[in-house]
């Protein structure tokens, strides 16, 4: 495995005096795609925000070797990108204009817009096939589009690390077949370190290079998708009754319900 790009030492997270994750220690390799997948209610979410901040916690974060509450929050947004889970976009706002607010992290009253910021929209419209839409109102666009103008946004703000939660959240397969791929894409052609919440199992396998399996707050399983899958697992963390079999597309495992 990759050296960590991400990690979590005791790291403790709640709402209230329950907590929700509860010494958790995690590992997100470096330039591969980890799906964070578990029953509902088990901190999925909760733990995708901590590891970028959104959240207090107890406990340690480090992203590249470096504590993340000592790295200052504009250097932050230029190392790791936070998509949540069915964001908003402000009502009139086009594609170009939205994917363009994805280089705020590099505005300041001493710097404007420049040549550089120019082209990192262009290269995030083109790399998400979106560059004859950028004229385009955003709610005028299909529901995979309209996915994939946020993950260009998050591409344009030009990050080495990006965190997606749930980004087939209201997708069909097809589409949600589609943003996959591109979230592939951006691993394999950019070297991009991907954390995705998934709710569906066997996309998480298909797509994921690293599974982080999560129950009872804490870390069931985490490891490849062939290391970790297995019907003892999925009874224990999902109470589903499954057979695991070679998927005979990718080889890797696939998941049948009985």
């Known amino acids: 495995m990759s050296p960590a790009r991400l990690t979590a030492r005791s790291l403790t997270v709640g709402y209230g005096q329950e907590p929700v994750l509860s010494d958790l220690d995690l590992d997100v390799p470096s330039g591969a795609v980890t799906a964070l997948i578990g029953p509902n209610g088990c901190g999925k ?7 970028c901040g959104l959240l207090p916690y107890e406990g340690t974060v480090e992203l590249e070797g470096k504590n993340l509450g000592g790295i200052r929050r504009t250097d932050r ?29 590099y505005q300041s009253w001493m710097s404007r817009w420049s040549a550089q910021d120019e082209q990192e929209v262009r290269r995030a419209l083109q790399a998400t096939g979106l560059s004859h839409l950028g004229t385009r109102p955003i709610a005028a666009l299909s529901g995979g589009q309209r996915q994939r103008v946020w993950i260009a946004m998050a591409l344009a703000q030009d990050t080495p690390t990006l965190l997606l939660d749930e980004p087939t959240t209201y997708l069909d397969l097809a589409y949600s077949i589609e943003v996959l791929g591109l979230v592939r894409r951006l691993q394999t052609e950019r070297g991009k370190t991907v954390v995705m919440v998934l709710h569906d199992l066997n996309l998480a396998i298909r797509f994921a290079d690293h599974l ?10 985490q490891g490849s998708p062939a290391e970790v899958v297995s019907s003892e697992l999925l009874d224990d963390v999902f109470g589903l009754d499954a057979m695991v079999v070679p998927d005979p597309v990718t080889d890797g495992p696939l998941i049948v319900p009985r």
């Open 45 to 51: 979410s909760t733990l995708l925000k901590s590891l």
């Open 77 to 105: 947004a230029r190392r790791l990108t936070m998509l949540p889970q069915a964001p908003v976009a402000p009502e009139g706002l086009t594609v170009a204009g939205l994917v363009a607010r994805g280089r705020h992290p």
């Open 212 to 221: 982080v399996v999560l129950g009872d707050g804490a870390v069931a399983a």
